[in-house]
Nanobody, 127 residues
Framework: QVHLVESGGGSVEAGGSLRLSCAASTGDDAYGTYCLAWFRQVPGKEREGVARIRGGSGSTSTFYADSVKGRFTISQDNAKNTVYLQMNSLKPEDTAMYYC????????????????WGQGTQVTVSS
């Protein structure tokens, strides 16, 4: 199991930027290939995958949803066990609760594939 804590949410105007952080405290099962993903959710809608990064295999790969491609960047600092989501050119439709999630092995699309979740951090973008 991996314990995740998100931070960095807040309120910004459209066109602004925020950087979310996801600090991971790892256990014995956190070694090897893993995937850290950012999801977001608004009330009444399903949780949506935003970006994910696969690591632990000597190389990293990233994936972005079409809705954020070119505006969001996911990165990791292995020394700090932290994954970041840099969000630029924010739009009102980016308003949501953002969660980071972890799973062992390759990345997956479905939220149910992730076994560790943070508590979430709210992002609000005003027009």
């Amino acid at each position: 199991q991996v314990h995740l804590v998100e931070s960095g949410g807040g309120s910004v105007e459209a066109g602004g930027s925020l950087r979310l952080s996801c600090a991971a405290s790892t256990g014995d099962d956190a070694y090897g290939t893993y995937c850290l993903a950012w999801f977001r959710q608004v009330p009444g809608k399903e949780r949506e995958g935003v970006a994910r990064i696969r690591g632990g295999s000597g190389s990293t790969s990233t994936f972005y949803a079409d809705s954020v491609k070119g505006r969001f960047t996911i990165s990791q600092d292995n020394a700090k066990n932290t994954v970041y989501l840099q969000m630029n050119s924010l739009k009102p439709e980016d308003t949501a609760m953002y969660y980071c999630a972890w799973r062992s092995g390759l990345c997956a699309t479905a939220p149910s594939a992730y076994i560790s979740w943070g508590q979430g951090t709210q992002v609000t973008v005003s027009s």
